[in-house]
Each structure stands twice: as structure tokens, then as C-alpha cells.
């Protein structure tokens, strides 16, 4: 049980500066995108036990929150073909998915599949993440931008 919520959430603060030092990177190398994964998936854990510790409002993990969906063109998905992204998800077509931010913690911290976006000439960066419960079924997307929202 969490009785001091501070350091748990000084700990979502730093991870939150980790990934904004990621955007700003001139060079991003294997360790930067490690430490990047981690800042995300210790958020997504932090917030989850923060909630369980009633330590954050009740509402907030009911909030609405909107990815983008992929639909699994592959029913096969398993940790072999896992990063082979682009035969398993129609990436050509997306559909807009509405659920609350209590499903994307639950899909980043039982996450399957999990890779970055970046588009540099437009500086946007993102995520691409499912579960082992819905690797299946689709693959989502959500952006920096949304994760900073959550995170803060």
C-alpha cells in the first residue's frame, strides 16, 4: 500500500522529463529508447497503484481517452512475428477508438506489442502498443502528446 503518494509521484514527474528529453534528442541511440519504454511502462504501473491506493481522484482512470485503431489482419500473432507490424495490422486503414484511460494502462503494462513512431520532419512522436489479450484483434496508437496528458 502507498501511504506517501509524493515520491510516487515525483517518480511519474521524472518520467515524464525522460520522455520529453527523448523528443529533443539529436541522436537516438538503444539506451535512449530503453530508458523511453521504461518511462512509459513505470507510468503506466505508478498510475495504476497510485489508483489502487485511492492517491489520484477516482474519476480519472474512467476519463475518456481516443486512439487510433489497427485492425489484426493476422490471427497468428505470437512472440516470433510480434515486430512484424506491418503483416500483422492493416496499417493503411485506422479507425478512431474511444475507452477510458484505464484501458491504456491495462494495454502498456500487459503490453505485446510495443513500438515507437517517429516522424521527425513534422515532430511527431507516438506509440504503437496492444496486449497478449488483444494482440488478436488490433493494434492501437497514441501520441506523446496523450501519454504527457496522462503522465501529468
Keep these: 500500500m502507498i501511504s506517501e503518494s509524493s515520491y510516487w509521484k515525483d ?6 522529463q525522460t520522455l520529453a528529453r527523448f523528443i529533443y534528442l539529436k541522436r537516438r541511440d538503444e539506451r ?5 519504454e521504461k518511462a512509459i511502462m513505470m507510468s503506466a504501473y505508478i498510475i ?17 481517452i481516443c486512439l487510433t485503431e489497427y485492425t489484426a489482419i493476422n490471427t497468428q500473432i505470437d512472440k516470433y512475428n510480434s515486430h512484424h507490424i506491418d503483416r ?9 477508438h474511444n475507452d477510458k484511460i ?7 503494462i500487459h ?8 516522424d ?5 512522436f507516438a506509440i ?14 497514441i501520441s506523446f502528446e496523450k501519454i504527457f496528458e496522462i503522465i501529468l
Design 128 to 141: 504503437l502498443f496492444n496486449s497478449d489479450r488483444t494482440k488478436i484483434d488490433s493494434l492501437f496508437e
Design 11 to 16: 517518480e511519474l514527474y521524472k518520467n515524464y
Design 111 to 118: 503490453s505485446f506489442v510495443f513500438f515507437f513512431i517517429i
Design 88 to 96: 500483422n495490422y492493416n496499417l493503411s486503414e485506422s479507425k478512431k
Design 102 to 108: 484505464e484501458f491504456f494502462i491495462d494495454q502498456i
Design 48 to 64: 495504476r497503484k497510485l489508483n489502487e491506493a485511492a492517491k489520484i481522484p477516482p474519476e480519472f482512470l474512467k476519463n475518456s
Design 32 to 36: 535512449s529508447f530503453i530508458k523511453a
Design 120 to 124: 521527425e520532419n513534422n515532430n511527431d
